[in-house]
């Protein structure tokens, strides 16, 4: 394996199984973008000519994809290997590249093109979970950094994956662990994005009728200090809550504020989409009656209630129920 330590390895995903299993290229779109042989070797090119392209694209994906275009036909060399998992068979194909970059100006979409060779197909069980999340990136063409040398290894004469299945898969906690948080970044930064001043208070509003408390959003402008008002059923004690959309951490002299608005009776509830200051955070656990409620916590809430957030908060968050596999020990 020293000779192939040298190599690296690029995990490609396709539309297309049939073209490159029964043609033996690996191939990438953006048709529009052009002959990618054609610009001088370096992302900056790379990015000028895909913003002069695709002119309304979002600044975000602008060095993803130019990026993957600059990887696909500057980066990868000939006698790199690639895994490619194929959707039709569920099977893990490992190749070789054979040529340097092929430009396919008749292809209906995918037009930028390297020959390989498959050198195995291997079932899915095989390999580890951790392997198998890699290799399921959400990008069309990236590097294989964590699992490399297991897929590598797969490429050895004798390899059939038995070790993998007998053994407990040790990667499946992690893997777990990898999904969850990423779920918990992309519900935060939705909501970050998205909810902004008063739009913060109507979503936590929805999300405590979710919870099953019967809530009053206050009048636009009020200086009440207090955004949200709920009662578990009819009868005290009341909630008053306070909701801040701000980047920046909370305060201990804001959440006296919300302090100051209470009645006799009443209990307290802050919720930010960011965090507390320590001197915050002593202040709520000296004051039992305000509870407060940080980014995190908010979006643990969010993933415990969903099915029961309105329409308008689920397609401003789209996720989808699934089941992951957890390790024994939990």
Known sequence: MAAMEEKRIW???????????????????????????????????????YLKIYPNAKK???????????????EVKVGDYVVFPSKMDRKINLGVVESDFIYAPDAVEYVQRRKVKWIKHLPRTAFSQGALYEVGSALSFFAIKNY???????LDKGFHGISVITEPDETIGATAEDIIENT?????????????????????????????????VSPQGGDSGVDITAYKDELPPRIVVQVKSQDGDIKETTIQSLKGAMC????????????????????????????????????DLVLKYYDQ?????????PLKMVYIPISEEE
């Not at 995903?13 to 042989?37: S, Y």
């Not at 490399?148 to 797969?154: I, K, P, Q, R, Y």
């Not at 001197?279 to 305000?290: M, S």
């Not at 957030?309 to 968050?317: A, C, D």
Request: hydrophobic share 35%; aromatic share 12%; with cysteine.
């Open 11 to 49: 995990g490609i995903h396709t539309m297309d199984d049939t073209l490159f299993l029964t043609q033996n290229v690996i191939a990438i779109g953006w048709k529009e973008f052009g002959d990618c042989g054609k610009l001088p070797p370096t992302r900056d090119a790379y990015k000028e000519h």
């Open 264 to 299: 006799e009776g009443d209990y307290g509830l802050f919720v930010t989409l960011s965090s507390y200051t320590k001197n915050a955070e002593r202040y709520l656990q000296n004051t039992p009656i305000i509870r407060g409620i940080d980014g995190s916590e908010l979006v």
């Open 309 to 317: 957030l309105s329409e308008k908060y689920r397609k401003m968050i």
């Open 60 to 74: 975000g994906s602008v060095a993803t994809s130019a990026g993957m275009l600059y990887r696909f036909s500057c």
């Open 148 to 154: 490399a040398d297991e897929f590598l290894n797969a």
């Open 184 to 216: 918990k970044d992309f519900v935060l930064k939705e909501l970050s994005k998205n909810l902004k001043g008063y739009a913060m208070e109507g979503f936590v509003a929805d999300l405590l009728r979710a919870m099953g408390y019967r809530c009053t």
